[in-house]
């Protein structure tokens, strides 16, 4: 059983920024990172493949958040990153971390993940 651990989260004045990490316990084809405010439907925000070969590295964002966020990995310490910057008020969102063993082609719908972390909370004031 994988497990994944988020960690960097916290509450920021809109325009500033906040690095999320996360741990896997075990290799993956593809990790993201999505996000889910109060009453609302958990969205994807990037994906990254990590597996070898010539889909390694691929990443893949929201158009809500291209140019922003920069998600990436570090396969040999089993570690995702998401580099967010020019954070909005409409940001704030509890963000998790995803894991799945076959590559991405893009951020892909929440149920196409297999694993799960706990969450980092972000929250971003006007």
């Known amino acids: 059983l994988m497990q994944l651990v988020e960690s960097g989260g916290g509450s920021v004045q809109a325009g500033g920024s906040l690095n999320l990490s996360c741990e896997a316990s075990e290799y993956s084809y593809c990790m993201a990172w999505f996000r889910q405010g109060p009453g609302k439907e958990r969205e994807g925000v990037a994906a990254?493949?990590?597996?070898?070969?010539?889909?390694?590295?691929?990443?893949y964002y929201d158009d809500s958040v291209k140019g922003r966020f920069t998600i990436s990995q570090d396969n040999a310490k089993r570690m995702m990153y998401l580099q967010m910057n020019g954070l909005k008020p409409e940001d704030s969102a509890m963000y998790y971390c995803a894991a799945r063993r076959t590559y991405c082609s893009g951020v892909h719908d929440a149920d196409s993940y297999l694993f799960w972390g706990q969450g980092t909370q972000v929250t971003v004031s006007s």
């Open positions: 990254i493949n990590i597996g070898r070969g010539n889909r390694g590295g691929l990443t």
